[in-house]
């Protein structure tokens, strides 16, 4: 999935008919899954709304929690495909419970934490987050100075397209995700362009033919990332992060910072009595657990429900502990 994320596949989507008012925030989509199997939840489970933002770790992690929400605790799990910010909107009109994976957004967080108090921090989910400038691994391979960003101007002709107006483009994912890269590509002088790919699917689909076929390409991406499995990276090396040097986003000239991925929860959530915020409270599981999952369900052509039930079967000791307490 900066991925300050507003300050990283991740499905654009239709307006909620129910409600929020996101006409300028990007759209929503409402998917319903049943609640089925045997509780062991001592209170009963209302709805469960939780947010899908649009890349596919997320989708990984909501794939699990609604899994286990609906075959343990008797919840009815509503999933809804939202944008970021869109999704912290929902804590104040009270149509989402949860946002499962949050890559810092410290601007969302003082709104709706901190001023509006709709929102709880819960604690990490295990996962650490990376965002980053990357080539493929041939390419720093053959061109050993690549990784330096202070030699990319050399090699700007190489990564030209017809939509970097005779630039290197760089090429990002999703509009909502998290970037200061048209900032960094100014700041740091290099001759290249920001082009917006449009998606999580359309970086990697890039990644593996330029690997494949030995194309250059200079893009944006981030850890956790199953795809990582299967094509090998390089990461380009900018300025070192330093605490505040992103703190204006019109003058950010270095790399983004590392991120310990957490999950918001809504105040009337919290208060609600339901078994599944103790669930939430206590999900942790690591890159490799979410990567698993994100394989299951973008490259196996696993449903959600599918991917979720496959891996907490073949992790029950880990469910066990999120349960306790329910």
Known sequence: MTMHRNRRVRVVALLVASG?????????????????????????CPELNLAVNPWVGYAANAAVIAYVAETKLGC????????????????????????????GHEDLAKTYITTKKVAVDFGPTGNKGIIGW???????????????????????????????????????????????????????GLHYKVVVGGSETALIKSLQVATEQKKPLLFYFYEPQWALADYKVARVNLPPYTTGCDSD?????????????????????????????????????TNDDQNLVAK??????????????????????????WLAGT
């Not at 809504?266 to 942790?284: D, Q």
């Open 76 to 103: 009815k799990v509503t999933k809804k495909d939202l944008k970021e910010e869109v999704s912290w909107q929902g804590f104040e009109t009270g149509q989402v419970d949860a946002v499962l994976e949050n890559w």
């Open 296 to 321: 299951y369900i973008s490259q196996d052509g696993l449903t959600a429900e599918a991917a979720g039930k496959k891996w907490v079967d073949a992790n029950p000791d880990k469910v066990k502990a």
């Open 134 to 188: 990357y080539v493929p691994q041939w390419m720093a391979d053959q061109y050993p100075d690549i990784t330096d960003y202070k030699n990319l101007n050399k090699y700007a002709d190489m990564f030209k397209t017809s939509e970097s107006a005779g630039l290197g483009q760089l090429l990002d994912g999703d509009p909502s995700y998290v970037t200061n890269d048209v900032a960094l590509v100014k700041n740091l």
């Open 20 to 44: 929020l008012a996101v006409a300028a925030c990007g759209g929503a989509k409402v998917g319903d899954t049943s609640s089925a199997g045997a509780t062991t939840a001592s209170k009963p």
């Open 249 to 285: 986003p019109a003058k950010v000239a270095c790399d983004y910072p590392p991120y310990i991925l957490n999950k918001v929860v809504s105040t009337k959530f919290v208060n609600s009595g339901s078994p599944a915020v103790t669930l939430i409270k206590n999900f942790t599981w």
